[in-house]
């Protein structure tokens, strides 16, 4: 009796196992909202999404489709926007407890987790210059403020390099402390999602021209200005061990470029000064001899008058959002499409990134 009872447990217990692969693998495939709902079903639905093999498979789903995160600046109540590449609305969310921030700003964004800042408005400047770090997951409603870093006599600048584990990260500030004679000098600090403080690292030589990075395949890029000019000289990447490199820029560049990741290649589009409508899109082949490889041009379907403010890439295609067109242009086919979104988002200077949505927590290690 004793041993048919205990075959009868692991029949049940192999096929309990079994069930919950099938359950993972329908629900895995549903957007975050959907699934956020399905919690409330059973406690062992609950348990089910909450687990790290949950979450890791929803993410690997999620990736097969990346969506858009459009961003209108906006002072109070901010909101996202998630798109599709057609330009279909899927969902607007107000950014979780982000309230009471005023006039964030989007600078990055990495498997679900992006992250904001909020530089210090006029009336609150002092000598002391600082900003507010923010790492939010929006699909989930989940917000990090980050503790402040060390002063500054400047506006400092901000990167975050992702991994190496799956939410993971690294925040790279760059700051003046101010020394004596009131010199300043540059230096940067780097917060740990692991051991949740700032460090210090050794004096950088250079300091990005502001926050506006991407990441790619372990390293973050900046653009640096030149010496001669408050104009991109060239461009700064440091991997996530905090190994610092300068890349020379291609012979063709202009003042209005845009550092992206182009199917895990690090791009530049250029827009051409003296043609607003021309643009170039280049391939970082070799950061060891700065060999750029120009992929292709063509002429932007817009008026002269026009400024491109913000360009996104997913997977083959890259999201132009100019001052009164919204387009998506094909890398592979070299053909553009005009999304009819222009009445959609506030007129606040929108901004966009791949998204990936995703369950990870911003505020603590998965599985923890």
């Known amino acids: 009796m004793d041993v048919d009872g205990s075959k009868l447990i692991c029949i049940l217990n192999k096929n309990w196992f079994e069930i919950d692969d099938i359950v993972i693998n329908i629900l895995s495939r549903l957007s975050v909202k959907s699934i956020t709902l399905c919690k409330s079903v059973s406690k062992d639905w609950y348990r089910l999404i909450n687990s790290p093999p949950f979450i890791k498979t929803q993410l690997i789903w999620s990736k097969e489709n990346p969506l858009y995160i459009v961003y209108p600046h906006m002072y109070f109540i901010p909101n996202v926007y998630f798109m599709e590449g057609n330009g279909e609305i899927i969902d607007r969310i107000p950014l979780p407890a982000c309230r009471n921030f005023s006039s964030l700003s989007m600078i990055c964004s990495f498997n679900g987790l992006i992250c904001c800042i909020n530089y210090a408005s006029p009336l609150d400047m002092t000598e002391v210059s600082d900003l507010d770090i923010l790492i939010c997951n929006p699909a989930i409603q989940e917000v990090l403020?980050?503790?402040?870093?060390?002063?500054?006599?400047?506006?400092?600048?901000?990167?975050?390099?992702?991994?190496?584990?799956?939410?993971?990260?690294?925040?790279?500030?760059?700051?003046?402390?101010?020394?004596?004679?009131?010199?300043?000098?540059?230096?940067?600090?780097?917060?740990?999602s692991m051991t949740e403080s700032w460090r210090r690292i050794e004096s950088v030589e250079h300091c990005p021209m502001d926050s506006t990075h991407v990441f790619v395949n372990g390293r973050v890029y900046w653009f640096i200005c030149s010496e001669e000019h408050p104009v991109p000289g060239s461009i700064l990447s440091?991997?996530?061990?905090?190994?610092?490199?300068?890349?020379?820029?291609?012979?063709?560049?202009?003042?209005?470029?845009?550092?992206?990741?182009?199917?895990?290649?690090?791009?530049?589009v250029v827009v051409y000064d003296e043609d607003e409508e021309k643009m170039s899109i280049w391939v970082l082949k070799d950061c060891n001899e700065s060999i750029w490889e120009k992929k292709c041009s063509d002429y932007i379907p817009i008026d002269a008058i026009e400024c491109v403010d913000s360009v996104a890439a997913r997977k083959n295609e890259i999201f132009f959002i100019t001052s009164a067109h919204y387009l998506v242009f094909n890398v592979d086919y070299k053909t553009w499409t005009e999304l009819d979104?222009?009445?959609?988002?506030?007129?606040?200077?929108?901004?966009?990134?791949?998204?990936?949505?995703?369950?990870?927590?911003?505020?603590?290690?998965?599985?923890?």
Do not use: M, Q
Not at 172 to 188: G, M, Q, S, T
């Open 145 to 192: 403020v980050l503790p402040n870093g060390s002063p500054s006599i400047e506006d400092p600048s901000i990167g975050v390099a992702f991994g190496p584990g799956i939410n993971e990260y690294k925040v790279f500030r760059f700051f003046y402390a101010a020394c004596e004679l009131k010199v300043k000098h540059l230096e940067c600090e780097v917060y740990s």
């Open 238 to 268: 440091v991997d996530r061990d905090e190994n610092f490199r300068e890349i020379r820029l291609p012979d063709e560049f202009s003042e209005n470029s845009f550092l992206i990741d182009l199917d895990g290649c690090l791009s530049l």
């Open 341 to 368: 979104i222009a009445g959609t988002f506030e007129e606040n200077f929108p901004v966009a990134f791949a998204f990936t949505e995703s369950l990870l927590p911003c505020n603590r290690p998965l599985g923890s």
